[in-house]
């Protein structure tokens, strides 16, 4: 292992914050009775689930008894997608969707596409963001579900699920049976959230993106909206996520959403400014970089970005031997060979988007982080190039 280590991939998951982690130890010593037993052990578990539900509620300012937990992000998407066209009572069979979904909403989308629904999946262009005009030409008589996260987990961008929340409410008032689901995994703890303002009828969160363990995840679900559950065997979670809940997770979910909300401000600041210096250090000293996504409308701790003339997997590895670790983009289509859909469906070329890299910043890197990060940066693009026909001389001002 190198002597130092830094960790840039926050977008990826983020490590445990002490605090939670000492809430959730209290929990698995403390609340170990199930929370559906009717004695004092079970009572007390429930009570710290409920305790939990009105923390993650005031995260997205949504009623406590809206919030479905979950095994996770994943889980959440498939129940929000599934559970609204599975419960549809009409004969309409059509998903509006986006180019750039996290690959839980593009895998469940294609799933029931094989099972006979239509999806439509809307161009983001060269900024990342879909188009308010696109969504209103998308949506037929036959739209059961809308579809479209709020932020990007790969190039950060912000999508306009406010305006597209108002086309839903316009659709719905004028008798149309459609709701609007937003995957926030990327975006809670990152901006302010407020379901009312955002518009949507569901809504994803996961514990890992907030400094909370993995394992759990929620799914807010607006009062009214018809949901059929996808785990069957049980009444847990008022009928809609069968299974024995994960207590302490839960607890430590709870635990990072209220340290989210209470530091938001303080962590959007030092991300974004970390980020902001990232990003001038390397355009100052790297030529041919190519910044991915809109520069304005993203999340302030993500910088996705290409190196011309380079592979990604080859520079990440590089930073990696000297204690860095980054991404070449989400870490649930790791593996792969092909190039990033996400970088791709901006219509850049395959060069630039095997040569993108996500570096996304969390609240314990430091500015010495950085200047450690763009030293070792400078050196693995110089020596990648060298290797590199297409290169040019790497030129360091």
Request: some cysteine.
């Amino acid at each position: 292992m190198p002597d130092r280590r830094i960790y840039l991939d926050h977008s990826a998951t983020t490590p445990v914050d002490p605090r939670v982690a000492n809430a959730m130890a209290r929990s698995v010593a403390e609340n170990f009775g199930n929370p559906s037993s009717v004695h004092g052990f079970g009572q007390q578990a429930r009570a710290a689930v409920d305790r939990a539900r009105r923390e993650v509620a005031a995260l997205v300012n949504a009623r406590p008894n809206e919030i479905i937990f979950t095994s996770g992000g994943t889980e959440a998407n498939n129940l929000a997608i599934r559970g609204v066209c599975h419960g549809s009572t009409v004969a309409a069979r059509h998903i509006v969707t986006s180019s750039i979904e996290h690959p839980s909403v593009r895998g469940v989308c294609a799933a029931l596409e094989s099972d006979g629904w239509e999806v439509t999946r809307l161009p983001v262009y060269e900024h990342g963001i879909v188009r308010i005009e696109d969504v209103r030409h998308a949506v037929r008589p036959d739209t059961v579900l809308v579809t479209i996260m709020l932020a990007n987990n790969e190039i950060g961008t912000v999508q306009p699920i406010s305006e597209i929340g108002a086309f839903v409410r316009e659709r719905r008032a004028a008798g149309q049976k459609l709701f609007l689901h937003t995957d926030a995994v990327q975006a809670a703890g990152r901006m302010v959230l407020n379901v009312e303002d955002v518009g949507c009828d569901l809504l994803t969160l996961s514990a890992h993106k907030l400094y909370a363990p993995k394992g759990v995840g929620a799914l807010y679900a607006r009062r009214g909206v018809r949901l059929m559950g996808q785990n069957v065997g049980g009444h847990q979670e008022r009928e809609r996520r069968a299974g024995t809940e994960n207590v302490p997770g839960i607890v430590a979910f709870g635990e990072a959403a209220k340290i989210a909300r209470e530091e938001l401000f303080e962590r959007t600041a030092h991300d974004a400014a970390l980020r902001d210096k990232f990003e001038r250090k390397v355009g100052e000293l790297i030529p041919d970089v190519v910044m991915n996504g809109d520069r304005e409308r993203r999340l302030p701790h993500l910088s996705n970005t290409s190196f011309r003339y380079i592979e990604g997997e080859g520079l990440l590895i590089n930073l990696d031997l000297q204690g860095i670790a980054v991404s070449t983009g989400s870490a649930c289509s790791s593996g792969t060979l092909e190039p990033s859909p996400v970088i791709r469906a901006l219509g850049v070329d395959d060069e630039i988007a095997r040569g993108s890299l996500r570096f996304s910043f969390g609240k314990d890197n430091t500015d010495l982080d950085v200047d450690y990060t763009v030293e070792v940066l400078v050196q693995a693009v110089e020596r990648l190039r060298a290797l590199s026909p297409l290169s040019r001389p790497l030129v360091v001002s």
